[in-house]
């Protein structure tokens, strides 16, 4: 997981759990000059705090759509495997914060940081991601730990015990923002140590570069956590367990403060399922793609980027963010027809007969009847269909024309060709990005839609789009040819007449 983090981020990457272990320090039987203020350990109430970290492991599970703990143990008891065929939970996506932020308001410091241990410790990741568990939950300790010193030295306690209200939500309030604001340091610095400094525009550039695009095991351990906390969601969550608190410390006792939390734990198990259910779309949008390109050795990484380009372009228009997901879907899979195709065709290198571009234009047809029984598809179904369309009518399967075209299919035309000239072919080197801007221009209005065009020059203003160029030992055997002029002729595949003269597409999407 962590084998290609720089050397400040690995060790950063320790040093935070080493933290989090001296947290838990006043909890022990120290000698009085090295226990500190006797608040931050002690008294402990053993079994509230047994508890509330049981509590945390299992609700955490629940957010992250992972089996709990006493699930696991059942399981382990009756020697039944771990069930097959559902999507793979992703740790740490999700959070589940009320029984923390019940255990700061209620816990000494120390107590409070111990009750994010087990959640860590004892969670059912891969062992790939093992490290990273381990560094989330020594986060959330050292964050819990700040908060409940907060909370104690404003008097929270004492105000929550005597139902001081409002007066006990300032400090509630202060122990929250300190929650927040050192979850935020930890994440930041560890961002910071593994990837460096971002310019201003890099957020939104690096998630589009085709350089940048890393899986998510390569990512920094931190990566998915820094959206979990601040906002809205944990606003909610620290009144769950603020209500928490207040009935279990109150004369309804713990029991009334666990039924509190089943609204707040439906709607985390609902999040959860809606995190599986997008991961199964990608898992089955993926697997099309990766069939595409065993057949079409062009396009491999030629979807990515078109989806990428196409949401540049989207981005620029506004676009909602339930449509960006679609259309990146539409973008990935607007070839997908070419499994239709033969793939003698696809890998020509010469001009086609009249019959084998009748044979090859159908192929949005084909991507159209293969992936029309996909629901969660939606519109991107018309983008697949109609994205060879032009402005003026002349393009295929129906020769729409202007504002007949769908929008999804706009926008990928033109992300389609702009990846076409920019991206190494066998015969052709991929072309400078201002050399491709300047030909997508010169068909606007005609081929292309005048605003997508627009949108992506914008776009490319704001974020960089590299050419993908041949690998350094075959970058002389790759012709560099400019837009418009003839192409050599080229070797055929064996069995097919030599080709070439033809000249090269100028703004022709693939």
């Known amino acids: 997981m962590d084998t290609d983090l720089p050397r400040g981020a690995a060790g950063y990457l320790v040093a935070v759990p080493v933290a989090a272990l001296c947290c838990l320090l006043p909890l022990l039987p120290l000698p009085a000059p090295l226990a500190g203020p006797h608040w931050l350990g002690a008294p402990v109430d053993w079994p509230k705090v047994g508890l509330l970290a049981f509590l945390h492991g299992c609700w955490e599970s629940l957010a992250q759509g992972l089996p709990s703990p006493c699930l696991r143990l059942v399981r382990l008891l009756l020697r039944r495997p771990r069930p097959h065929g559902r999507p793979p939970a992703r740790p740490d996506v999700n959070a589940f914060f009320p029984v923390l932020f019940a255990g700061v308001l209620m816990l000494p410091p120390a107590a409070a940081a111990l009750v994010a241990a087990p959640a860590a410790l004892l969670g059912a990741a891969e062992p ?52 927040c604001l050192v979850n935020g340091v930890l994440v930041g610095v560890m961002r910071l140590l593994a990837e460096g400094p971002r310019r201003p525009s ?73 995190h ?54 539409a973008g990935v899979l607007h070839d997908v027809g070419k499994l239709g195709v033969a793939t003698e065709l696809l890998r020509r290198n010469g001009p086609l007969t009249e019959a084998e571009r009748r044979a090859v234009e159908v192929h949005p047809v084909h991507g159209y009847e293969l992936v029309r029984g996909i629901a969660f598809l939606g519109e991107a179904h018309a983008g697949i269909l ?20 769908p929008e999804f299919a706009r926008i990928i035309s033109v992300a389609d060709a702009f990846d076409s000239m920019t991206s190494t072919r066998s015969y052709r080197r991929g072309r400078p990005v201002t050399e491709a801007v300047t030909e997508l221009e010169r068909c606007s209005g005609s081929q292309f839609d005048p605003v ?48 070439g003269g033809g000249s090269v597409p100028t703004a022709g999407p693939s």
């Open 128 to 179: 790939t991601c093992r490290r990273r568990q381990v560094w989330n939950g020594s986060q959330l300790a050292l964050s819990a730990f700040a908060a409940s010193v907060v909370f104690h030295r404003l008097a929270g306690p004492q105000l929550l015990l005597g139902s001081r209200f409002p007066a006990a939500l300032l400090p509630g309030c202060a122990a929250l923002a300190a929650f």
């Open 202 to 274: 890099a957020p939104r550039s690096q998630a589009h570069r085709p350089q940048a695009h890393r899986s998510s095991a390569q990512r920094s351990p931190a990566h998915r956590r820094t959206a979990a906390v601040p906002g809205l969601p944990v606003l909610v969550h620290a009144a769950g367990g603020l209500m928490v608190a207040v009935l279990w410390q109150g004369p309804y006792g713990a029991f009334a403060a666990l039924l509190a939390l089943l609204p707040l734990s439906i709607s985390a198990w609902v999040f959860a399922q809606g």
């Open 276 to 329: 599986r259910e997008r991961d199964a779309h990608q898992a089955t949008v993926q697997a099309l793609v990766q069939a595409v390109e065993i057949k079409d050795s062009y396009t491999r990484g030629h979807s990515e980027r078109v989806g990428r380009a196409s949401v540049l372009i989207a981005g620029q228009l506004g676009m909602e963010a339930e449509r960006l997901r679609t259309l990146r879907y």
């Open 386 to 405: 109609h994205h060879h369309e032009r402005m003026d009518g002349r393009g295929y399967p129906s020769g729409l024309a202007g504002e007949q075209i």
């Open 452 to 499: 997508m065009v627009r949108a992506l020059v914008d776009a490319l203003a704001v974020h960089d789009w590299q050419p993908v160029l041949p690998p350094p030992d075959t970058i002389g055997a790759v012709p560099d040819i400019p837009l418009g002029v003839p192409e050599p002729v080229r070797a055929a595949p064996r069995g097919v007449p030599a080709q």
